[in-house]
Nanobody
């Protein structure tokens, strides 16, 4: 069964930190670029960070310098360390993989499954 299970969200004050985890099915994770998306109320889902199978990373300008994506290939798990958080980081966070398997550090075609996501709320 193909799964993407995100966890680690919560309520944090502005300037604080959170670490998200996402356990993925091997069929999505293995040898593939993985990414973290977020969707704020009333907004489209957006990719904020991505990491290739060999560890190259890329970030949206809105999170660059504050968020760090990493992965544990032995555990089929991708992480997102979020520091210096801002109220505009409030969203439901999801992970997903590159359905095209382009081996690029950014991608626009995730798998058509999302899991439940994890809510992150940053108070001002």
């Amino acid at each position: 069964q193909v799964q993407l299970v995100a966890s680690g969200g919560g309520l944090v004050q502005a300037g604080g930190s959170l670490r998200l985890s996402c356990a993925a099915s091997g069929s999505i994770f293995r040898d593939n670029t993985m990414g973290w998306y977020r969707q704020a109320p009333g907004k489209q889902r957006e990719l904020v960070a991505a990491i290739t199978s060999d560890g190259s990373t890329n970030y949206a300008d809105s999170v660059k310098g504050r968020f760090t994506i990493s992965r544990d290939n032995a555990k089929n798990t991708v992480y997102l360390q979020m520091n210096s958080m801002k109220p505009e980081d409030t969203a439901v966070y999801y992970c997903n993989g590159d359905m095209r398997r382009s081996d690029s550090s950014w991608f626009r075609t995730p798998y058509p499954i999302w899991g439940q996501g994890t809510q992150v709320t940053v108070s001002s």
